[in-house]
């Protein structure tokens, strides 16, 4: 436990000091924010996003270049095992993403005088969901593309139009019938549903279900096609 806490705390220091991470994670929410007028409605989406930016958008790069530089193969050598790399890593983009999203509440609520949540543990298991889900599917990517630039750039390929489609980044009513039903099918969908659910003070079971199901199926995935070297 002591090791995997040091390689947790090693790996959120090493997000925190990516000016990309930084500022997609944490300045460019509350920039949004800022455009929307605080607008309350769209903090749950902003979340959503937050995530997504982090388990899709940075961690198939950064797990591909683990594997690029040989160090996981090197870590299979010693007591650490590599498992506990990717658990750390896991561990660090939650921790990053909940640090994004606590700043981006408080500023709605604070600055913008935003209504607080209304079912603050709904919206933490919301929250808890929805980013494992994303980190699986940003295991995936790394298991199957197997460079560190492939890796980046299939992830921003597939981040960008599914916080959109998803309703993350703007509210799926306002997009074309087509663009919606696309969104509909998109594992991002039932997060930003839950999070605003919670948000709101409703107590909807089924998105969570449906992300708790994505993660064991994207875990699955993974843990197939994943490759040490």
Do not use: H
């Not at 090197?74 to 896991?90: F, K, M, Y």
């Not at 960008?160 to 009513?173: C, E, Q, W």
């Not at 306002?174 to 099918?185: Q, T, V």
Request: overall charge positive; aromatic content about 8%.
């Amino acid at each position: 436990m002591k090791a995997f806490t040091a390689l947790a705390a090693t790996e959120l220091r090493l997000l925190f000091r990516d000016p990309a991470s930084l500022f997609f994670m944490m300045a460019f929410p509350l920039m949004l924010l800022v455009l929307k007028r605080g607008d309350s409605g769209a903090v749950p989406g902003y979340v959503a996003m937050i995530v997504a930016i982090g388990g899709m958008g940075a961690l198939p790069g950064i797990v591909a270049s683990y594997r690029e530089r040989k160090v996981l193969k090197r870590l299979a050598a010693t007591p650490i095992s590599p498992v506990l790399l990717l658990g750390a890593q896991l561990v660090a983009q939650v921790a990053a993403g909940l640090a994004g999203s606590v700043l981006l509440v408080v500023a709605a609520i604070t600055v913008f005088g935003a209504e607080a949540p209304g079912n603050v543990l709904m919206l933490a298991v919301a929250f808890l969901l929805c980013s494992v889900m994303v980190c699986s599917l940003g295991f995936v990517i790394a298991a199957v593309v197997r460079n560190t630039r492939g890796a980046s750039l299939i992830g921003m390929l597939v981040m960008f139009p599914m916080i959109f489609l998803a309703g993350a980044a703007v509210p799926r009513t306002a997009l074309p019938d087509s663009l919606r039903r696309i969104g509909d099918f998109l594992p991002l969908t039932p997060g930003v549903e839950a999070l605003g659910d919670a948000w709101s003070g409703t107590a909807a079971v089924f998105p969570l279900l449906i992300l708790a199901g994505i993660i064991v199926a994207a875990t699955a995935v993974a843990a197939a096609l994943f490759r040490w070297e």
